[in-house]
C-alpha cells in the first residue's frame, strides 16, 4: 500500500524566503514521487519527479526536492519565494509512473509581500 | 510534451440531468485514463481507471451508475455524471497515460449543479 502525507495544510512565507513544503511517503514498494502545483480552477502542472535516479531532483521555477529513503521523506524547496508561486501544492506516490496516483491532502502556499 | 485536454472546461446543469465529459490525449496513445475527483480546498479522489477497449475499473465508494465512463479510443474517455444533484458538483480532472509511461493531467471541468 502506499501513501504520502503533506505536513502542514498552509503555509506562509514572506517573497524572498525560503520556501518548505513537507511530504512523507509510505511505500512497499521503490516509490515514484511526484510534485504538483496547482493553480484556482486549473489542473495540475508537474513540478518535478523521482524515479530511482537522482536524489536531489530540480524541476521547474526553481524548484527541487530530495529523496531521503531512512526518512521517507521527499520535501519540495526553494530558496527564494516569487508572489507567482502562491498556489496548491500536491505531493503524489506511484509503484510506476503510470500507474495509479496516490495524492496528499496538499499544502496551500501563501506569499506575502 | 504530452498535451490532455478536457471538455468543457466548465458546465452548470439542472438538478436530474446528465452531463458528459470529455478528456482527450492530443499527442500520444492514450492506453489508459484516470479519473478523479476534487472538491474545494481537498486533494484529488480517485474515481475510476479505464483502459482502452475494456469496462472501467471503479474505486471503492463510487457509484458506477452514476459516473458512467467510456473510453472507446485511445484519445478519448468520456465521464458521464447520470441524473446529477448538487452534491456531484466538483472539479473533475482526468489524466492519461501511454502503456509505462508517466501520467499526463487534463486541465479539469468545474461541474456546477442546480
Known amino acids: 500500500a502506499q501513501s504520502v502525507t503533506q505536513l502542514g495544510s498552509h503555509v506562509s512565507v514572506s517573497e524572498g524566503a525560503l520556501v518548505l513544503l513537507r511530504c512523507n511517503y509510505s511505500?512497499?514498494?521503490?516509490?515514484?514521487l511526484f510534485w504538483y502545483v496547482q493553480y484556482p480552477n486549473q489542473g495540475l502542472q508537474l513540478l518535478l519527479k523521482y524515479t530511482s535516479a537522482a536524489t536531489l531532483v530540480k524541476g521547474i521555477n526553481g524548484f527541487e526536492a530530495e529523496f531521503k529513503k531512512s526518512e521517507t521523506s521527499f520535501h519540495l524547496t526553494k530558496p527564494s519565494a516569487h508572489m507567482s508561486d502562491a498556489a496548491e501544492y500536491f505531493c503524489?506516490?506511484?509503484?510506476?509512473?503510470?500507474?495509479?496516483?496516490?495524492f496528499g491532502t496538499g499544502t496551500s502556499l501563501t506569499v506575502i509581500p | 510534451g504530452a498535451v490532455v485536454s478536457q471538455h468543457p472546461s466548465w458546465v452548470i446543469c439542472k438538478s436530474g440531468t446528465s452531463v458528459k465529459i470529455e478528456c482527450r490525449s492530443l499527442d500520444f496513445q492514450a492506453t489508459t485514463m484516470f479519473w478523479y475527483r476534487q472538491f474545494p480546498k481537498q486533494s484529488l479522489m480517485l474515481m475510476a481507471t479505464?483502459?482502452?477497449?475494456?469496462?472501467?475499473?471503479?474505486e471503492q465508494g463510487v457509484e458506477k451508475d452514476k459516473f458512467l465512463i467510456n473510453h472507446a479510443s485511445l484519445t478519448l474517455s468520456t465521464l458521464t455524471v447520470t441524473s446529477a444533484h448538487p452534491e456531484d458538483s466538483s472539479f473533475y480532472i482526468c489524466?492519461?497515460?501511454?502503456?509505462?509511461?508517466?501520467?499526463?493531467f487534463g486541465p479539469g471541468t468545474r461541474l456546477t449543479v442546480l
Open positions: 479505464s483502459n482502452e477497449g475494456s469496462k472501467a475499473t471503479y
Open positions: 503524489a506516490v506511484s509503484d510506476v509512473p503510470g500507474n495509479q496516483f496516490y
Open positions: 511505500s512497499s514498494v521503490p516509490p515514484y
Open positions: 489524466s492519461a497515460k501511454e502503456l509505462y509511461n508517466e501520467q499526463f
